[in-house]
């Protein structure tokens, strides 16, 4: 029986050695191999009180296409936009390799971000990436999407750290997105444009979407479901996500229109 007992804990202690890589610490301690940063970190921001898992959210579309195509090191995830702080603290805990609670020059200049966002969600990523800036953290794109903030908030100027900024828009209705956003610092970041489109003239259809977002705010409503907007944006994302990020493919001026292109 003795030796039966032993020979299970044997099966387990390897059983667990296999599950679990692990490092010996200085002092002599067991500890478990720390993961390795994503290389690169794409974060979305559904827009009103949406849940951030809302099938029918484009931003929540395209995270689930970028998870199925891009490489499997990049770590994606939607916040509703009310949890902006929390989005923060994740991408720092993830730009942190060594683990020791502090990001080093390296570790910061290191990062490879990507934010989006619709509604109000397109008002937290300028948020986010101005909190990012006071960090020292650098930004890859940043992507609103009929962008609105809330009274206590601007979104409107882009701040040094991002290297590429982009706006989609549309003008009507009692909720439309901000038209036009600029650089704090130009020769720092490249607005790509501030675009438009027309849902009165060309409307696209959306599924799962409430009484009040159809009859209230339809225009707004259209530029979170519309697959031609996301697919363009998935693009200019998947641009990012490569080890040499290409040039966009927007070849415009700084904050040009461009009227009602679908």
Known sequence: MLRVAESRILVAAL????????????????????KPAPSYIVVG????????????????QLAQRIQRTFPNDTFIQVFENRHRKTAYNIILNLLDRNHDGVLSDEEKARARIVLYGHSWGGSAVVLLARELNRAGIPVL??????SVAKPWQTDAVIPQNVASAVNFYQPHGLIHGRPLITAAEPSKTQVL?????????DPVQCEGMSWFDRYITPSHMQSMCDIHLWTRI????????????ALAALPVPQNSMEQGQR
């Open 15 to 34: 059983m667990v050695s296999a599950a679990v890589p692990l490092l010996m610490a200085a002092d002599g301690a067991v500890m478990a191999r720390p």
């Open 45 to 60: 921001f559904v827009g009103g009180f949406v849940r951030h898992n809302n099938p029918h959210q484009g931003p929540v």
């Open 141 to 146: 794109l940043t992507v609103q999407v009929d």
């Open 193 to 201: 444009g501030n675009f438009r489109f027309d849902y009165r003239k």
């Open 234 to 245: 998935e693009d200019l994302v998947g641009q990012r996500l490569q080890p040499e990020p």
